[in-house]
């Protein structure tokens, strides 16, 4: 039985065309430019235009192109777009829309006037909100859904809350306009949003069950609720009723690294529960008035390492929460949340995306979603890394062949041509500094990433060599 290509093996061989042949920029050439200019940044992602781009001819084509008025970011983003609700469709699994916002600081700029302001107030740059679709049983990213950049606007003065309600530039929409740019759901596919505390809005929870729509979301609020108990209805605050469920269970949960503490693993108690979610007795954002059924899903450390601050999750969900299994169902979806983190690193530090130095926004919004679909990618070769087939599947069927020639022989001081997909990729991390040691565990994207850069320059100095020996002949 032959594979399903993944999202990256396809993109590996034509990245450009795969990703934005389609793009509609109202002159083919510009296509064309377009995918060519992927193409050459997707071998060389970090650094600035000039790093990327160290022909001179193509660092001006991309100067030109993105001064073309109908070159714009949703233009160049959408082809992508596309491709990933396809898959998206085509995946057959849960599908999970992690969305989450970045800072994208673009200070010093002083010809950028139209940016918001980021940080605390004296910075300027976008909050840039990311769609990033994932299915669940693979753990592999799809692609990238959607992408608003937004500029924070300055509230205006003496703004009354039903006109604060009724702004259309109100942050708060993000939650629900990333949302809704995904389109209807496909009834026979179990697609489902995983947000973070920021989202955890009325306006946007109403949305989803106004829509028949799926997901799972932190709560950041000690909301006002009612539950039904012994054939009466009570009163209560969120997090009370919640911390005061009885366990259903233990187990453990991955927790990433972060604030200059290391990955561990936490053992935690897991809890859950129907109730309703009241409304704001003072409507915030634009939402009915009616009560929302949901589970929580209480989920506390059980004696947390000295000095650690112990993990807590209360998550909402409308999805049914009747079971021990099903409870950790919904912890492991939002589990996937860190997905998304790993995406902004990838355009922050592996694409260098706060380094683009145009002086209009105009100019400068295409090659933010240029360089955020190769951020992506660079979460798709390290999936490629880790599919169940990757220790069967000849590599030569995902990359060209003089790559594998080229990597094996730096590896090995010999070609290997039955290289595997594992194979090439655990080379490609070992030139990008990993050891493979077991205690290293799998390759993450930055290594990879430092292995791809990396293997590039000794792609084109072994092509140089072959053409020279050819013409020799």
């Known amino acids: ?39 050459r940044i997707v071998q060389h992602p970090g650094g600035t235009l000039p790093d990327k781009l160290q022909s001179p001819a193509a660092l001006e084509g ?5 001064h073309q008025s109908k070159v714009t970011h949703a233009a160049v983003l959408q082809p992508h777009r596309d491709r990933t609700l396809q898959r998206m469709r085509d995946y057959d699994g849960t599908v999970l829309t992690i969305h989450d916002a970045t800072e994208l600081d673009y200070s010093g700029k002083k010809m950028l006037t139209k940016l918001g302001q980021i940080g605390n107030g004296k910075r300027r740059g976008y909050i840039c909100h990311n769609t990033l679709a994932v299915g669940f049983e693979t753990e592999e990213v799809l692609g990238l859904a959607n992408q608003i950049l937004f500029r924070r606007p300055q509230a205006p003065p003496r703004e009354s809350r039903k006109q604060r309600r009724q702004r259309q530039t109100r942050e708060s929409r993000l939650w629900k306009r990333g949302s809704a740019a995904l389109g209807d759901r496909p009834a026979d596919k179990l697609w489902v949003d995983i947000c973070d505390r920021g989202a955890d809005i009325f306006e946007y929870l ?5 829509r028949h729509e799926f997901y799972v979301v932190r709560a950041a609020q000690n909301r006002c609720i009612e539950v039904d108990k012994d054939g009466q209805t009570e009163s209560s605050k969120l997090f009370d009723y919640a911390r005061a469920l009885p366990s259903w269970g233990e187990r453990e949960v991955a927790v990433p690294a972060r604030d200059g503490q290391p990955a561990r693993k936490a053992t935690v108690g897991v809890a859950a529960g129907p109730l309703r979610v009241l ?31 112990p993990l807590e999750w209360v998550l909402l969900t409308n999805v049914v929460v009747d079971t021990f299994a099903e409870a950790c169902a919904r912890i492991d979806w939002y589990s996937c949340r860190w997905i998304v983190e790993e995406f902004h690193k990838a355009i922050k530090t592996g694409c260098d995306i706060e380094a683009l130095g145009f002086h209009t926004e105009e100019r400068l919004e295409p090659v933010i979603a240029l360089l955020s679909v190769v951020g992506a990618f660079l979460l798709q070769l390290r999936d490629e890394s880790r599919r169940k087939e990757a220790k069967q599947r000849p590599a030569r069927e995902v990359v060209p062949y003089v790559w594998v020639q080229v990597l094996s022989r730096w590896r090995h001081q010999c070609v290997r041509p ?13 030139l990008g500094g990993h050891q493979n040691r077991k205690c290293d565990g799998m390759p993450g994207w930055i290594t990879i990433w430092r292995g791809w850069t990396k293997l590039q320059p000794m792609i084109a100095g072994a092509s140089a060599a072959e053409a020279a020996r050819s013409g020799e002949n």
């Open 1 to 39: 039985m032959e594979c399903q290509k993944s999202p990256a093996s396809a993109a590996l061989l034509q990245f450009g065309h795969a990703n934005f042949g389609t793009a509609q920029l109202g002159d083919k050439r510009r296509t064309t430019r377009l995918v060519q200019t992927a193409d």
């Open 62 to 66: 991309l100067y030109r192109l993105a």
């Open 206 to 210: 109403d949305h989803k069950h106004e």
């Open 279 to 309: 409304p704001p007795r003072q409507p915030r954002g634009e939402h009915r008035s009616k009560p929302l059924d949901i589970w929580v899903v209480h989920v506390k450390e059980i004696d947390p390492p000295v000095g650690v601050e």
């Open 418 to 430: 039955d290289w595997t997909v594992h194979d090439f990729f655990y080379a490609l991390a070992r």
